[in-house]
């Protein structure tokens, strides 16, 4: 199961999936939400074993990969999904039936680069579409524990999101388990926004001053 590494966003922004890297019309770098996360601090894995964090990165991957193409409504048959995969499809198919999340396919995993707050930002937001004709964005998650950062994200997503044109009215963290089954986490502190911009300002100050870089 494999996407194309290189994605044209519009005329020449370009996204890269290897690198997670947003490149703007000049050929200059952008920093994302998750590398703004990372950067100012407020996510650190740094702890976490490489052998463990590479198996985890490569497995949310993956479970990315497969709940997309559930999302833009094409089958899973063509395609082989491993047992350690099976549970968090299941996982996302029990969330679906039971929310009754209907994705917008337009909008599913769709890399983009936003003006916010004075900065060109990268971000590829999960999925929108609608629970009960409520417009919302949703963010899949494979770890086994909630992390208090996904509010921050996901509040960077929204306000992308309304960059571009949309009016998101919930956003949720949905984090599939290896059980088979889900955990939904719902955002709706407005002060969240003024937290990611903190949190973006933070970052880009860094790199400024040659603190940080994008890696």
């Known amino acids: 199961m494999t996407t194309a590494p290189l994605v044209a966003i519009d005329?020449?922004?370009?996204?890269?999936?290897?690198?997670?890297?947003?490149?703007?019309?000049d050929g200059s770098r952008r920093m994302s939400v998750t590398q703004a996360l990372t950067i100012s601090g407020l996510v650190d894995y740094s702890m976490v074993p490489q052998p463990i964090l590479v198996r985890?990165?490569?497995?949310?991957?993956?479970?990315?990969?497969?709940?997309?193409?559930?999302?833009r409504g094409d089958s899973l048959d063509d395609y082989e999904i491993g047992d350690e995969l099976a549970a968090y499809i299941e996982g996302y198919h029990a969330f679906l039936r039971e929310m009754k999340f209907v994705a917008d396919p337009e909008w599913v995993e769709r890399p983009m680069i936003?003006?916010?707050?004075?900065?060109?930002?990268g971000m590829t937001p999960d999925a929108v579409g609608m629970i009960g004709g409520v417009p919302t964005l949703?963010?899949?998650?494979?770890?086994?524990?909630?992390?208090?950062?996904?509010?921050?994200?996901?509040?960077?997503?929204?306000?992308?999101?309304?960059?571009?044109g949309l009016q998101i009215r919930q956003r949720f963290a949905v984090q599939l388990t290896?059980?088979?089954?889900?955990?939904?986490?719902?955002?709706?502190?407005?002060?969240?926004?003024?937290?990611?911009?903190?949190?973006?300002?933070?970052?880009?100050?860094?790199?400024?001053?040659?603190?940080?870089?994008?890696?």
Not at 11 to 25: Q, V
Not at 138 to 161: M, S, V
Not at 192 to 201: E, K, L, N, Q
Request: hydrophobic content about 40%; charged content about 25%.
């Open 114 to 121: 936003v003006e916010l707050f004075g900065h060109r930002v």
């Open 178 to 215: 290896k059980t088979g089954y889900y955990r939904l986490h719902p955002y709706d502190d407005p002060g969240d926004h003024a937290s990611f911009g903190d949190c973006y300002r933070f970052a880009a100050l860094k790199i400024k001053l040659r603190l940080a870089e994008l890696t």
């Open 56 to 71: 985890a990165q490569l497995r949310g991957q993956m479970v990315h990969q497969a709940t997309a193409i559930i999302d």
């Open 11 to 25: 005329e020449d922004i370009c996204f890269d999936r290897d690198l997670h890297a947003y490149h703007d019309k």
């Open 138 to 164: 949703i963010e899949r998650k494979t770890c086994a524990a909630a992390h208090p950062a996904w509010a921050i994200q996901t509040a960077g997503y929204d306000l992308g999101l309304r960059a571009a």
